[in-house]
Nanobody, 115 residues
Framework: QVQLVESGGGLAQPGGSLRLSCAAS????????MSWYRQAPGKERELVAS????????NYADSVKGRFTISRDNAKNTVDLQMNNLKPDDTAVYYC????????WGQGTQVTVST
């Protein structure tokens, strides 16, 4: 059974940090591109960051470059998103996505940036 379980969301103040983690199981993790997406109320889901399966090459949305870092651990089947210097516009539900011979999504974790 495929599972993507996100954790680490919550409330942060502007300028603060949060670290999201996605634990994967049920598929061959190291051949999948792993990504984080987010969806704010009333907006479409958007790509935040991704990391390629073999090269580990990373890609970021312009809005998070220099503030967020995606990393994967193929031994532990996890992908993390370190979020620094958070802004209110980062408020959204964050989803973990695995893309390869199939596409899988996690259930999402809420991130709220507010005073």
């Amino acid at each position: 059974q495929v599972q993507l379980v996100e954790s680490g969301g919550g409330l942060a103040q502007p300028g603060g940090s949060l670290r999201l983690s996605c634990a994967a199981s049920g598929f061959i993790f190291n051949i999948f591109t792993m990504s984080w997406y987010r969806q704010a109320p009333g907006k479409e889901r958007e790509l935040v960051a991704s990391t390629a399966s073999i090269s580990g090459r990373t890609n970021y949305a312009d809005s998070v470059k220099g503030r967020f870092t995606i990393s994967r651990d193929n031994a532990k089947n996890t992908v993390d998103l370190q979020m620094n210097n958070l802004k209110p516009d980062d408020t959204a539900v964050y989803y973990c996505k695995a893309a390869g011979y199939a596409t899988y999504w996690g259930q999402g974790t809420q991130v709220t940036v507010s005073t």
